[in-house]
């Protein structure tokens, strides 16, 4: 068999990625349309940059997500933008931009979604309610021991969850 051309590699990159690629990018815009357009975009700046075909440095797949991520987090900036208007003087202050911050919480939910219930249940009751590891261990039921060991690993999963989401290093 011959060296692999780089439309073979790019078969091969949308054979493997494209699908989880697009249920990443639906779950993000809620928009299955938009969806397919930003696959295509980001699988076709993956041909533009070759370097990501490169099987030996490992999966592209956080690079793929990352560029993603971008292009969504791009689109709902320029839905945003409003025309400028002309004024004598400054506005007092500045706009905070929300749009990275929306799509990092719609990051964050997905790779929740990905834990097991009671990594889920755990890292809830422990981070978004702030329990500590007695209260959470009395109002899941089980012993503190069990609490910080489940916790130890959601986290380790939720972390794992983000880098394969293209997010983290």
């Known amino acids: ?20 690629l697009w249920a990443y990018v639906v779950r993000l815009t809620g928009d299955r349309g938009r969806a ?23 999966s592209p797949r956080a690079w793929l997500f990352t560029v ?10 320029s839905r945003q933008s409003r025309p400028e208007l002309s004024t ?14 929306i799509v990092t919480s719609e990051v964050v939910s997905a790779a929740l979604r990905t834990l097991s219930p009671l990594h889920r249940e755990v890292l809830l009751e422990c981070y978004y309610r702030g329990s500590s590891v007695e209260d959470a261990s009395r109002r899941l039921g089980v012993a503190p021991g069990t609490i910080k060991s489940r916790s130890h690993y959601a986290l380790r999963a939720l972390r794992a969850a983000l880098l394969e989401m293209g997010v983290g290093e």
């Open 1 to 20: 068999m011959g060296p692999v051309t780089e439309a073979q590699m790019l078969r091969a990159l949308h054979d493997e990625h494209a699908g989880a």
């Open 36 to 58: 397919e357009d930003v696959v295509q975009e980001t699988l076709l700046r993956a041909w533009r940059n070759p370097g990501v075909l490169n099987q030996a440095k490992g």
């Open 68 to 77: 993603a991520r971008r292009i969504v987090i791009d689109d709902w900036r």
């Open 88 to 101: 004598a003087e400054p506005p007092d202050r500045g706009v905070a931009d929300a749009s990275e911050q």
